[in-house]
């Protein structure tokens, strides 16, 4: 079993930076996918970007390329969403999640999830 725990979040001025990490404990091991999707109120959980196998495979929703960075560390114990230039409609909570699997786009493809952490973008 897999337990996944986020930190980080906050409430942040637009134009502000936050950094979410994702810390894994349990049977981890180096074939291991990490992914982070946020849900605002009312709407549905969406993708925000996943790391593969070592970090060597990085995917990013289209609308937050170039403004949010995934990484990990050498052992994927800790995965780290660096959000940049952010704006009120970033404002959600924010989950990661992880699959033995490859990582992909898709909620179903996530076997853990973490509890998330709320992050608020003021205008």
């Known amino acids: 079993q897999v337990q996944l725990v986020e930190s980080g979040g906050g409430l942040v001025q637009a134009g502000g930076s936050l950094r979410l990490s994702c810390t894994a404990s349990g049977r981890t091991d180096s074939n291991f996918a990490v992914g982070w999707f946020r849900q605002a109120p009312g709407k549905e959980r969406e993708f925000v970007a996943s790391i593969n196998w070592r970090g060597a495979m990085l995917d990013y929703a289209d609308s937050l390329k170039g403004r949010f960075t995934i990484s990990a560390d050498r052992g994927m114990d800790t995965v780290y969403l660096q959000m940049n230039k952010l704006k009120p409609e970033d404002t959600a909570v924010y989950y990661c999640?992880?699959?033995?699997?490859?990582?992909?786009?898709?909620?179903?493809?996530?076997?853990?999830w973490g509890q998330g952490t709320q992050v608020t973008v003021s205008s």
């Open positions: 999640a992880a699959t033995r699997q490859h990582a992909g786009r898709y909620i179903g493809q996530y076997d853990f």
